[in-house]
């Protein structure tokens, strides 16, 4: 064990993420933990596990976000970490969340900004890889059918789950570089709708990128209906399929 001089804290807030990266036994996957633990207090990866992660209460404690926005957050955009707040803040989603306008999207930018310490965000994002949506919707082929036959571990949600049951299966697999965690919405709306069967959240990171999410449904209309798609990426789920057609 390696003893350090100075606060972890200190390192962040001086020098960022790479200053975490460059301590002995420190990756990008650590050092993205760590970040997070010490601007929030919280893993919600570990959180995520043990099944007690309270998305609208973490987004609370971002300047801007009231309870109702929080919980348009996490039916809206399915977002449950500040990581996937984060993206989402950069990528043209939060001002499509009811209330958000682009004043109120600033300062929930500039919030971040003053959290997370990462002004080098924007450009990051714009060239931040993501899994191929074949890879995804494998991904979601191997955990809905693992939970289905009944091969995964569940854990025990505490948001809407009264009854304290370990119902909600979760997975941990890799392609490749790229790790994942897949597991079924536990929003809100997708109990109002019935869709905690259907909904399939996953996160994804490489060991050199920070992890990002990706909502997997069952499309229900227009040419892809019935189709499971990636939401936001329906059009490369189109052109996957239509590619995996037999030609006549």
């Known amino acids: 064990m390696v003893a ?59 300047p801007g976000i009231g309870p109702e926005l ?29 209330g958000f306008g682009r004043r109120r999207g600033d300062m929930v930018r500039a919030a971040l900004l003053r959290r997370l310490g990462r002004p080098w965000l924007r450009e990051m994002r714009n060239q931040q890889p993501r899994p191929p949506v074949d890879v995804l919707l494998d991904v979601d082929r ?9 091969r995964l571990r569940t854990v025990a949600p505490k948001r809407l789950n009264p009854s304290g049951e370990a119902w909600l299966p979760i997975l941990h697999t890799r392609r490749g570089d790229w790790h994942f965690t897949a597991l079924y919405s536990n929003t809100a709306l997708a109990h109002d709708l019935c869709r905690t069967g259907d909904w399939v959240v996953i996160y994804h990171h490489t060991d050199t990128s920070p992890e990002g999410q990706c909502t997997v449904v069952t499309e229900t209309r227009g040419p892809m209906a019935g189709k499971r798609v990636v939401r936001g990426r329906e059009g490369e789920c189109g052109v996957l399929q239509n590619s995996a057609s037999p030609r006549s």
């Open 142 to 150: 191997e955990y809905r059918g693992k939970a289905k036959a009944g």
């Open 70 to 98: 929080a919980r348009h957050l996490c039916e809206t955009l399915h977002l449950e970490t500040i990581e996937a707040l984060e993206i989402a803040a950069h990528d043209g989603r939060l001002e499509k969340v009811p």
């Open 4 to 62: 350090l001089g100075e606060p972890v804290s200190k390192i962040l807030n001086e020098k960022g993420r790479d200053g975490l990266i460059a301590l002995p036994g420190v990756g990008r996957s650590i050092a993205s933990a760590l970040a997070e633990m010490v601007t929030t207090g919280r893993w919600s990866q570990l959180e995520r596990v043990r099944g007690a992660l309270e998305q609208e209460k973490l987004f609370q404690t971002i």
